[in-house]
């Protein structure tokens, strides 16, 4: 079964409600973003978190010391990359690793292959932040590639409504959603639990 990422929590009652309605991972922003937290945010967000449920963090070129940091404090069980990090940085460190990759073409896909990572997150481009922007790409742009498909989460645009079909089309291990569980931009606890059906 395709498994499930909520990503932007800020507030532990969006957390709970993801996790109860069967989420696989939370993703907490540390990154210029209306979604961004604080490690100390994080991290009490994180206690509403059981073992088995993924705590990822999102990052955008930033330095090691801030991954460490954030690894140990809240902590994390994976660390998203969402800029322009480079695949010798992403493998100076042995946290367990997701690169985003902004999709406009089919070349933006076999840019994956340069990273060693354990999961390539397919996404559409920033748009006021890099990442988060509501919109979709192109998945038809997802066929005919040589990406294992245990490796792709699929992001972008997602929502309630369009998921089934985005994963029917894209088959990916995991789907990503932000913007398509918000309502004027909070997290929406229904549309959550919406987003997690639909899914599962
Ligand atoms: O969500 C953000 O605000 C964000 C800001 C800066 C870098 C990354 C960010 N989000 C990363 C994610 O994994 C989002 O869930 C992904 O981009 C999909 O977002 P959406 O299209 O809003 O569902």
Redesign the pocket.
């Known amino acids: 079964m395709t498994k499930v990422?909520i990503?932007?929590l800020k507030e532990k009652e969006h957390v709970k409600a993801a996790v109860e309605a069967g989420a696989d991972a939370i993703?907490f922003?540390f990154?210029?973003?209306?979604?961004?937290v604080s490690i100390e945010q994080a991290r009490e967000l994180a206690k509403e978190v059981p073992p088995g449920v993924l705590k990822?963090g999102?990052?955008?070129n930033p330095t090691m010391q801030e991954i460490e940091t954030a690894v140990r404090e809240v902590p994390l069980d994976f660390v998203?990359y969402?800029?322009n990090e480079t695949p010798e940085f992403i493998q100076s460190n042995s946290f367990p690793s997701i690169k985003?990759l902004s999709v406009r073409s089919e070349e933006d896909i076999d840019v994956a292959k340069q990273f060693n990572t354990d999961f390539y997150?397919f996404?559409?481009p920033?748009t006021?932040?890099?990442?988060?922007?509501?919109?979709?790409f192109n998945w038809q742009l997802m066929q005919g590639h040589s990406i294992p498909q245990e490796k792709i989460i699929l992001?972008?645009?997602?929502?309630p409504t369009n998921v089934e079909d985005a994963i029917k089309r894209v088959n990916p291990y995991m789907v990503?959603?932000?913007?398509?569980?918000?309502v004027e931009g909070r997290k929406d606890s229904e549309l959550i639990r919406a987003f997690i059906r639909a899914v599962k």
């Open positions: 990422k990503c932007g993703g922003v990154a210029a973003s209306k979604r961004e990822i999102v990052f955008v998203q969402h800029g985003a997150l996404d559409a920033g006021d932040y890099q990442g988060g922007s509501g919109l979709t992001a972008g645009g997602l929502n990503d959603v932000s913007s398509g569980v918000e």
